[in-house]
């Protein structure tokens, strides 16, 4: 019913920029929050960030200061600005929101497939 889709991840060097782009599309009424996650190797997933659709937002106190979660409802899409990237930031990262389908059900939970990101030299 509902695919989100992430893109923008690479390989950066230590200190560089990445822009990552979650879109979501199908049967969506509206998208209640949008999130970011990620899962080094051999590690859990953990929340990174989470925007609102009132633009509240959230950061793990790991990325505060360095990354940058944004949306554009018209669009469905999260953004997450990450600059000053270091190594541990490495991971693969995961989009998810809580979408509304009809205005009398309970939002629902959709993840993307994933983005890796790798910050080395």
């Known amino acids: 019913q509902v695919q989100l889709v992430e893109s923008g991840g690479g390989l950066v060097q230590p200190g560089g920029s990445l822009r990552l782009s979650c879109a979501a599309s199908?049967?969506?009424?509206?998208?209640?929050?949008m999130r970011w996650y990620r899962q080094a190797p051999g590690k859990q997933r953990e929340l990174v960030a989470r925007?609102?659709?009132?633009?509240?937002?959230y950061y793990t106190d790991s990325v505060k200061g360095r990354f940058t979660i944004s949306r554009d409802n018209a669009k469905n899409t999260v953004y997450l600005q990450m600059n000053s990237l270091k190594p541990e930031d490495t991971a693969v990262y995961f989009c998810?929101?809580?979408?509304?389908?009809?205005?009398?059900?309970?939002?629902?939970?959709?993840w993307g497939q994933g983005t890796q990101v790798t910050v080395s030299s």
């Open positions: 925007i609102t659709s009132g633009l509240n937002t």
């Open positions: 199908g049967s969506i009424l509206s998208i209640v929050a």
């Open positions: 998810n929101a809580d979408v509304v389908h009809t205005a009398w059900r309970a939002p629902e939970g959709y």
